[in-house]
């Protein structure tokens, strides 16, 4: 999301951006290794400013004319600003990294110290969205606010519930109680405070504050008159507000590129400002009167997305790139993109290794380096300004800032370029009758729906290219993520670049094309190996959940036993696998890790009833489950022990172990996974046990009644937490064991003495956080998505798959 890009001129004036580039340096040093670093640093950028002002001649070099020097400009003027660099990193910068790794907070976040702060809000709220587990209910659960120690002006982190936090503004004080807790190294904040109770103390927000959070909350009201996705888009494309946006929306731009969409960006003030100077340039204003109308506008738009540290340094990216637009030459926007730089970590150092900071400065870089060439590449080979510049700009910021986004998130888009070229025409509109909307709303409010409908059809369009971006095969792949992941994604592309450039190094590229082309893409897309053929069960990568499918005789028809925490990844499951229809839903028990995701498994499928057992707590489940099957117009029906279900190769036989709990007991956690349903399945691979969330108590009674509970395949119960014993395994039997759980998730699970007691039993196990979807084959066998090799068979598999090797790991 980029503006248009700049006309090259023939020199590029390199010396603010390589004073800016030491300062960066220094600061970044000085986080994440020691503070005296930046004051080295500092040093060294001094000495050398003052050892080229000494050596070097005041004269400049002559050139002849027409012609300009190899370097465009004397070396003894490059020596001003990387002196006033230096001066910088010793004071301010130094001086700021040295006071946080100093403060006596982060001894008391060590011990883990009860602490009262009077503190002031730097940024607003920024709210926790959880996937939910067990009975806390998913959702925004708490908020973060980046906040100032008044006193001592050290930075903190207050993790705080949502109410009444999450109503404070930047500008107010208050005094927090709380624990202290060490926060992140490499930053400037000290310590992360934990806030259970309210605050206390609370002053009031500036004025201009509390208008832009009025602008804010009418653009939320008028978003109304829309689809619930595209109102929760608008304010989130406008002003970076993503509360009303569905994970699996985020998810969907996450996987297409389209991330940036929803965080505010330079680009969105400079489609701002330059629809302001369209404007007053078609009223014929003069150079003065457009460039102070661009400026208050460009004023205006930080205060209605709010002037927290991320928003002013678009606002000074955003400039930086209306500069240049301006100027109509780069050689103009480089020093100005080395002045922000320097003022930006000059005021906060802490943005030398803030994420969004390294994205800003490598996509300005871009716009203003690489787009141009690329664009006047493009058009010499008879492709179309508009079109070459459209292309030009995205490729050049996805190429530039693919290695930071691959360490931020592990994974590699390869349809983000094509992705936000198709929506790269909405945007602006969109931007402009979103923000129109925002600032006529107080006074105007039908105006302001009007603009809202107007913008809709470009954030319907948005939202069709990310879902069906996100839904192409092969559209991001995993990649290592960290410094090391995008240090090993630079590497690659240095080296497709070095061998673009001979003729031999383009015939292997060429060739390694090909060979993806016709090998890869048939293999991993075309036909992909997933689902296995005749696959009779399959637990679903949900994360932290269970979610299970059980084939019901045809290829498109399933039952699904749990749906997992959320409703995107059970969707995308049950997509993968082509289920179409489901015959009946069953959901062991009403905690969040297993309903949370019911509306996916409802959403565009055909669904016969919602099956539950005795239990309706927690209350906010039953009713959540109540709502979602009554507006999907799905009946809810009951099971209890003793019956028995059939469809064509499926069996379900509801097991009753009878256990009564305590009436006082019955809202517990162990009670609600104790009266989870537990059935035995028939299926073309053989028995499976499904045994919801049962503990040690459950377990027992089904090992101490005449339930047979033996079977071929077991779903370990309770995410294969220490809750599950050893004797109840071995008396299940079974020659495969799936344990859907959550990569790296916080609750230790599955257990290690679990782990340990079904490898004991020569059980094979297939884990969702390590193995991804895993699929029961007739043999039985279990077949990995995540491997996607031949079934690994814990006996000798039976028919066609007699020959295949047993996994190496078991």
Not at 105 to 130: F, I, M, N, S, Y
Not at 169 to 184: E, F, S, V
Request: include cysteine.
């Amino acid at each position: 999301m980029l503006p248009p890009p700049i006309r090259p001129s023939a020199t590029h004036d390199w010396r603010l951006i390589l004073a800016a580039v030491a300062l960066w340096l220094s600061a970044a040093l000085g986080l994440l290794v020691h503070w005296v670093c930046a004051v080295v640093g500092g040093g060294v950028m001094v000495v050398a400013a003052i050892a080229i002002l000494v050596m070097v001649p005041r004269t400049r070099r002559q050139v002849s004319p027409g012609a300009s020097s190899p370097s465009g400009w004397p070396v003894r003027e490059a020596a001003w600003p990387l002196l006033l660099c230096g001066v910088l990193a010793l004071w301010p910068v130094a001086g700021q990294i040295r006071d946080a790794a100093t403060d006596p907070l982060l001894d008391l976040a060590a011990r883990g110290q009860a602490a009262v702060l009077h503190v002031e809000v730097r940024e607003r709220p920024k709210p926790v969205r959880t996937a939910g587990f067990g009975g806390m209910q998913p959702g925004i659960g708490s908020v973060v606010i980046p906040a100032t120690v008044v006193d001592g002006r050290a930075h903190v982190l207050m993790v705080a519930p949502v109410e009444p936090w999450s109503h404070l503004l930047p500008g107010q004080t208050l005094t927090a109680r709380g624990t202290l807790a060490p926060a992140a190294s490499g930053q400037l904040t000290v310590a992360v405070l934990r806030v259970r109770g309210p605050p206390s103390s609370v002053g009031a927000a500036p004025g201009w504050q509390q208008t832009a959070d009025s602008l804010r909350a009418g653009l939320r009201r008028a978003a109304g008159v829309l689809d619930a996705e595209a109102a929760g888009l608008l304010p989130a494309l406008i002003v970076g507000d993503t509360d009303g946006l569905s994970p699996t929306v985020v998810d969907e731009f996450r996987v297409a590129g389209l991330s940036h969409l929803l965080a505010v960006s330079g680009a969105n003030l400079a489609i701002v400002c330059l629809a302001i100077l369209f404007l007053l340039r078609a009223l014929r204003a003069g150079p003065y009167g457009s460039a102070a109308g661009a400026l208050l506008g460009l004023a205006g738009f930080v205060v209605l997305a709010g002037p927290e540290p991320s928003v002013l340094r678009a606002g000074v990216m955003g400039a930086v790139g209306l500069l240049a637009l301006a100027l109509g030459r780069d050689r103009s926007a480089l020093p100005a993109l080395g002045t922000a730089v320097i003022v930006l970590v000059a005021v906060d150092p802490g943005m030398a290794t803030a994420f969004g900071f390294v994205l800003s400065v490598l996509a300005t870089g871009a716009l203003v380096l690489l787009a141009p060439r690329w664009a006047d590449a493009l058009a010499r080979r008879r492709v179309p300004r508009g079109l070459a510049e459209a292309l030009a700009v995205p490729a050049a910021a996805h190429l530039v800032t693919a290695p930071v986004v691959v360490g931020m998130s592990g994974q590699l888009s390869l349809i983000a370029v094509a992705a936000n070229v198709v929506v790269a025409p909405v945007i602006a509109p969109a931007t402009v009758l979103g923000v129109l909307a925002a600032v006529v709303m107080p006074g105007w409010p039908w105006a302001a729906h009007w603009c809202v409908r107007l913008a809709g059809p470009e954030l319907d369009w948005v939202i069709t290219v990310a879902r069906h971006a996100a839904d192409l095969p092969g559209a991001a792949v995993g990649w290592p993520d960290g410094w090391w992941g995008g240090a090993l994604l630079v590497a690659v592309v240095i080296a497709v670049a070095v061998a673009w450039r001979s003729r031999r190094g383009r015939s292997a590229l060429a060739l390694a094309l090909v060979t993806v082309l016709v090998v890869v893409v048939p293999v991993r897309v075309l036909a992909p190996a997933w689902p296995p053929d005749g696959w009779a069960a399959v637990a679903c990568d949900v994360g932290q959940g269970d979610a299970i499918a059980l084939a019901a005789g045809e290829s498109d028809r399933a039952v699904v036993v749990d749906t997992g925490p959320e409703a995107g990844p059970v969707d995308d499951c049950l997509d993968r696998l082509g289920v179409t229809r489901v015959p009946l839903v069953i959901l062991s028990h009403l905690h969040a890790d297993h309903v949370g995701g019911l509306a996916g498994v409802l959403s565009g499928r055909s669904v016969g009833a919602v099956a539950v057992g005795s239990g309706r707590t927690p209350d906010w489940a039953w009713r959540q489950v109540r709502r979602e099957a009554e507006e999907a117009g799905v009946p809810l029906v009951d099971l209890a022990g003793g019956q028995r279900l059939s469809w064509p190769e499926l069996t379900i036989e509801v097991l009753s172990h009878n256990r009564k709990e305590r009436a006082d007991d019955e809202t517990t956690g162990s009670a609600i996974n104790n009266r989870s349903l537990v059935f035995r399945a028939s299926t073309t691979a053989g028995r499976l046990l499904l045994t919801g969330d049962i503990e040690l108590a459950a377990q027992a009674d089904l090992i101490e009644s005449e339930v047979d509970i033996s079977a071929d395949v077991v779903k370990v119960p309770h995410h294969g937490s220490r809750t599950t014993s050893p004797e109840f395994l071995a008396a299940v039997g079974a020659r495969v064991a799936l344990v859907s759980v959550g990569a790296r998730n916080r609750y230790g699970h599955p257990n290690p003495r679990t782990m340990e007691a079904l490898r004991n039993l020569g059980t094979l196990v297939a884990r969702t956080d390590s193995d991804g979807d895993s699929a029961v084959v007739p043999g039985p066998g279990i077949r990995r998505r995540g491997a996607r090799g031949p079934p690994v068979c814990s006996v000798p598999c039976s028919g066609d798959r007699a020959s295949l090797p047993r996994s190496p790991e078991h």
